[in-house]
């Protein structure tokens, strides 16, 4: 399996542009997270889905910041409009069953808001 | 709960040496605990978990400690290796909610 994969890899946009990260779990795997990795905060988790239903997002900083999973084997986050602060890695993990404590996680989207 | 992180504490070791990384943890409803490893430029990568009734679990080369009474968590590296140079996070797991939380994290520096 090519493990969990994430698009892109680094992202640097203007402020106020609209920002699509993806990710692709590992197939069979059902339960995604997304989380954001910043020097000052750590690792934050944003949202967590369960059997492609969103089971946990408060984490999710603003209305800017949305996720969807359409389907067992893809799911985005979007964030309409970017601001500087967004600047972060992205990192999508995946499991399986509830409560799993071995993550996969993704190689990260290093996204940078200009 | 979630993690805040300011500034990386950093462990330098001696290729060879044995490794203690620390970690305070908050919630006593957790019901597992979990080390990752971070490589520069990867995502995190798990290492070993332990269960909240236990206080100690063995894996390859590493040991994980568990002190609920002063909510203490360690994982010690064996004969540490220039591999092992990376941060390592600690996670709270609380079962029925399906997620876990990871804290600040610690920078092991190996000396060759």
């Known amino acids: 399996d090519a493990g969990v994969i994430q698009s892109p890899r680094h992202e640097v946009t203007e402020m106020g542009q609209e920002v699509t990260l993806r990710c692709k779990p590992i197939s069979g795997h059902n339960s995604l997270f997304w989380y954001r990795q910043t020097m000052m905060r750590g690792l934050e988790l944003l949202i967590y889905f369960n059997n492609n239903v969103p089971i946990d997002d408060s984490g999710m900083p603003e209305d800017r910041f949305s996720a969807k999973m359409p389907n067992a084997s893809f799911s985005t986050l979007k964030i309409q409009p970017s601001e500087p602060r967004d600047s972060a890695v992205y990192f999508c993990a995946s499991t399986f069953g509830v409560g799993n404590t071995e993550a996969f996680f993704g190689q990260g989207t290093r996204l940078t808001v200009v | 709960g979630e993690s805040v992180g300011l500034h990386l504490p950093t462990l330098s070791v001696q290729e060879g040496d044995n490794s203690i990384i620390n970690c305070a943890y908050s919630n006593s409803a957790s019901d597992y605990f979990i080390w990752y490893k971070q490589e520069s430029g990867k995502g995190p990568q798990f290492i070993i978990d332990?269960?909240?009734?236990?206080d100690k679990r063995q894996g390859q080369r590493v040991t994980v400690l568990l002190n609920k009474t002063v909510k203490h968590l360690s994982l010690q590296i064996a004969a540490t290796q220039p591999g092992d140079s990376a941060v390592y996070f600690c996670?709270?797991?609380?079962?029925?909610?399906?997620?876990?939380?990871f804290g600040s994290g610690t920078k092991l520096n190996v000396k060759p």
């Open positions: 996670a709270e797991n609380i079962l029925h909610k399906g997620k876990f939380y």
């Open positions: 332990i269960r909240s009734n236990m």
